[in-house]
């Protein structure tokens, strides 16, 4: 279940990378447009959903690679039973709040499909599309979180995705 979850976080991380280019993509034609008198309506907006999109999509795999920034100045002071009980604490409240997360932005997502909300700018972009980026990112980060949970409740150490080390951001 590990390999195959590290493949989806891994597949969200490549979407990442491609939004990320995309996002330069579109502010060199902003760029162009302004050297060369042209004009592509929305360009500010389809930036912004690319690097929304990067943002969320990347969430899962940032913290299954271990680069998220855990505040651990309580948790070191911690010994025994009360950090492990710590440890439960944190990763229950973390993915309750994923999966909350996760919850709305799928409900925002198929809210604005239903509604046929679009865009307030220029480009009338229908509003569901760049946020499947968001709820995929947010069900993946609540899959994260709760993957984590549970291989602490089997008392087994969290396995890096493949080519990862732990990033010293304690």
Same mark, same amino acid.
């Given at each position: 279940?590990?390999? &195959? #979850?590290?493949? =989806?976080?891994? $597949?969200? #991380? ?9 996002? !330069? ?6 760029? +162009?447009?302004?050297? =060369? ?12 959903? $690319?690097? +929304?999109?990067?943002? =969320? &999509?990347?969430?899962p795999a940032t913290l299954r690679n271990g680069d998220h920034i855990r505040v651990t100045l309580i948790l070191n002071k911690l010994e025994g039973n009360a950090r492990k009980l710590a440890d439960y604490w944190c990763l229950v409240a973390a993915s309750g709040l994923a999966l909350y997360l996760a919850y709305f932005s799928l409900?925002?997502?198929? !809210? ?11 480009? +009338? ?7 499947? +980026?968001?709820? !995929? ?11 984590? !949970?549970?291989?602490? #409740? &089997?008392?087994?150490?969290?396995? #890096? ?10």
């Amino acid at each position: 279940m590990t390999r &195959l #979850l590290d493949g =989806f976080y891994r $597949s969200l #991380l490549y979407l990442a990378a491609l939004f990320m280019i995309a996002t !330069l993509a579109v502010i060199l034609l902003g760029v +162009a447009g302004r050297q =060369f008198n042209f004009d592509v309506p929305g360009l500010d907006a389809y930036a912004g959903y $690319s690097i +929304a999109a990067a943002l =969320f &999509l990347a969430m899962p795999a940032t913290l299954r690679n271990g680069d998220h920034i855990r505040v651990t100045l309580i948790l070191n002071k911690l010994e025994g039973n009360a950090r492990k009980l710590a440890d439960y604490w944190c990763l229950v409240a973390a993915s309750g709040l994923a999966l909350y997360l996760a919850y709305f932005s799928l409900r925002l997502m198929w !809210l604005s499909y239903v509604t046929h909300d679009v865009s307030p700018g220029s480009d +009338a972009t229908p509003l569901w599309i760049p946020q499947i +980026a968001m709820a !995929l990112g947010s069900v993946g980060l609540a899959l994260a979180f709760i993957e984590d !949970l549970a291989l602490k #409740l &089997l008392d087994q150490e969290r396995i #890096l995705m493949p080519g990862a080390e732990m990033a010293r951001t304690e």
